[in-house]
């Protein structure tokens, strides 16, 4: 089992560009989430899916969309990216929204 | 709202002795989890343990142990054996267990370095 993978591992963005962020899991998960960490904080909730058909808004959500493409997978997307987005995003799942969750290895993301 | 604090910026430990990492919440819920992860050098979040609120006997994972006081909202996480391996950011945080949607608060995180 691979587990939670992300991709890219690293990325470099000018401002306003657009990308998307890839996650997928293998342990037949149900919840899905997107975490930010920034420098000196903990993780930071941007969105999340508790199941398949439903996403919704965690903390910080300004400037993310996100699209839970089926059961496995959860991609997020900056439409135009922003500096104030340089961050390290985590993918997470769980089986159920109350269940401990594990995560992926991240996406570093520069925009500059 | 709830919040999770974590007093201890940094912590360092020689390897093989215990060392205890703080935590503290504030929360009105009467029903949550508690949990702990590691974030080692290579940037993955690893759940370290978990503690479900309604439990009074304290988790235990191995090496990892918690001593959970839920009427002084306090949850530490004690590492004996202290082994280089354990060198990592450690994260305290905490979950509604109805009506979170999955949402974790987490703290700042301590740094935990562990000298040979």
């Known amino acids: 089992n691979a587990g939670v993978t992300q991709t890219p591992k690293f990325q470099v963005l000018k401002t306003g560009q657009s990308m998307t962020l890839q996650c997928a899991q293998d342990?037949?998960?149900?919840?899905m989430y997107w975490y930010r960490q920034d420098p000196g904080m903990g993780l930071r909730l941007i969105y999340y899916s508790a199941s398949e058909g439903t996403t919704d808004k965690g903390e910080v959500p300004n400037g993310y969309n996100v699209s839970r493409l089926n059961k496995r997978e959860f991609s997020l997307r900056l439409e135009s990216a922003a500096p104030s987005q340089t961050s390290v995003y985590f993918c997470?799942?769980?089986?159920?929204?109350?269940?401990?969750?594990?995560f992926g290895p991240g996406t570093r993301l520069t925009v500059t | 709202a709830q919040t999770v604090t974590q007093s201890q910026p940094e912590m360092s430990v020689q390897e093989a002795e215990t060392v205890t990492l703080s935590c503290t919440y504030d929360?009105?819920?009467?029903?949550?989890?508690l949990f702990w992860y590691k974030q080692p050098p290579s940037r993955q979040m690893i759940l370290v343990i978990r503690q479900e609120a309604y439990k009074q006997q304290n988790a235990t994972e191995n090496r990892f142990s918690v001593n959970f006081q839920k009427a002084a909202k306090s949850f530490s996480l004690k590492i004996s054996d202290s082994q280089l391996g354990d060198t990592a950011m450690y994260f305290c945080?905490?979950?509604?267990?109805?009506?979170?949607?999955?949402?974790?608060?987490f703290g700042k995180g301590t740094k935990l370095s562990v000298k040979p």
């Open positions: 997470a799942s769980s089986v159920g929204p109350s269940y401990e969750q594990y």
């Open positions: 929360t009105s819920e009467n029903n949550y989890y």
């Open positions: 342990m037949n998960h149900n919840s």
């Open positions: 945080a905490f979950m509604k267990q109805v009506g979170s949607q999955g949402n974790l608060i």
